[in-house]
């Protein structure tokens, strides 16, 4: 009989938990050393990296990290700390490539799993040549990062469909979200290009699960915040996979001009591959900076165009084609360009391989890197607003509570969930059509002005009281609350098959603790 001991409408307060109060218990490690048995390596000295994350504002220590080698590891692992009962405190956090921003990857005193030590032993399977489900798919493991895929499928002359705008992310830390980017209005995001998963439950049980065989918990697992089970494989659709790509960038001053086009953008089934979009407040020089990578069709116009003291909105649009269409495929552009009304002179067109572009943000990290400036504090905010609320909110924040895009991109595109699979743990708005807006910000150490911790974090306050109180019906991409309440909120009429899959596959509230929606009853 299942003891259900996860705690309901606690309140979570981060100043009750300093990683450095926090002393291992010999009792706990002995024992859990003494009854595992493991391929690899459960460690209590290599563990600091898990207590950090791409956020950089959340620290805590966990008691061990547990390098897995076999899928059998992390199942005996979590059965043994199920075994335990409700009384022990550890807690499992699977972490990927740590690029959470509030450390959901992280857990207190508790045992992190190294995902991508497990990706080490784990083979990639191709299966594209139709003979098995009619669709090529590769079958790998929850712990790859997605640049890995990406270039193994390319051997093979595929690729999956979906991606996430920056790729050294890895499979079972996008599927725990959604993995969204400008594929994502035509495919829907990574979560629904994956046909079978491979899964670890609360009490360590390995189980198989598609859209028919133990579907609640592949649709549970998917966009489930890490609270239903470990992903330790994933068959994930492949595409044939393109050669080269028009990466095109154009300018707008009106806002509802921009949004126009992107609608009737995502609207077409034959318009381009990839849709996204930007905005600029104040930027000085930005175009100066594209002009060496991004091709003007009118440099002396464009020469002219200011940017500083305005918002401008940025629409970038990518076409895909192969070697055979180089000759026709500037024609297919310039049509499809015809159909939209941004400001003449702003069109910039580079062309790259795909690789290239669908690895764009590792080429502004090693820069960034370079200078010591990846390595911050990252206050991000990524907001889903409902095409109805887009000009209200647009109207409230750009140029009002935002008056420089100086601290990082704010990206702004739409999509259409109607053809999206909406049985997952996902929580979107409820129309159809919402925006995506993503303030990815990055905040200075040492810096007291506009570009600090506290002023970018209070900004982004701002913003989500103006969704608030303007009832603009708004949901958190990568949500982070701390009150069960506000998770209730945020799930709505989801919540209570959010809580119910909860006490079905982890019912002691073992898995990823770092989320804060659940707490193990201690
Ligand atoms: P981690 O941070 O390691 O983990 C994330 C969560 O998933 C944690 O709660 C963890 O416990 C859980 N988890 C990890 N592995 C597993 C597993 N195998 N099974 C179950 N749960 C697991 N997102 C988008 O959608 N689109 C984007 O374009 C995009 N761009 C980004 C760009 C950058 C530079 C960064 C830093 C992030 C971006 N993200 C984007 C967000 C990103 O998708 C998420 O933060 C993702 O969770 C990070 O993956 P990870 O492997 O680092 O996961």
Known sequence: KVVIALILGYTFDKNKITSTTYLPNNETITSLIKHLKLDGDLSFDNIHHASKDFGNRYNFLPLAVLYPKSVSDISNLVNYIFQMGPTSKLTVAPRGHGHSLEGQAQAHQGVVINMESLAKYQEMDFYVDGNYKNTPFVDV?????????????????????????????TVGGTLSNAGISGQAFRHGPQINNVHQLQV???????????KEMNSDLFHGVLGGLGQFGIITRAHITLEPAPEMVKWIKVLYMDFATFTKDQELLISS???????EGFVLINRTGLLNNWRSSFKSKD???????VTEGKTIYCLEIAKYYKQEDVHTIDQKIESLLSTLNYNDFTLFISEVSYVEFLDRVHVSELKLQEKGLWD??????NLLVPKSKIHQFANEVFGKILTDSSNGPILIYPVD???????????????NVFYLVAFLSSAMPSSTG???LENILSQNKRILEVCENANLETKQYLPHYNTQEEWEKHFGSQWEAFVRRKFRYDPLAILTPGQRIFQKAI
């Open 417 to 431: 969930k109607s053809r999206w699979n909406t049985k997952t743990s996902m929580v979107t708005p409820k129309e």
């Open 299 to 305: 440099p002396v116009q464009a020469k002219r165009f």
């Open 200 to 210: 670890v439950t609360g009490t360590g049980e390995v189980v198989t699960c598609t």
């Open 450 to 452: 506009t570009d600090s």
């Open 269 to 275: 089934n034959t318009s381009f591959d990839y849709v």
């Open 376 to 381: 911050v504090p990252h206050p991000w905010l």
């Open 141 to 169: 493991s929850g712990g790859e990062l997605w640049i890995n895929i990406l270039r193994e499928s390319l051997k093979h002359g595929f690729a999956p469909k979906s991606w996430t705008d920056y790729l050294h992310l």
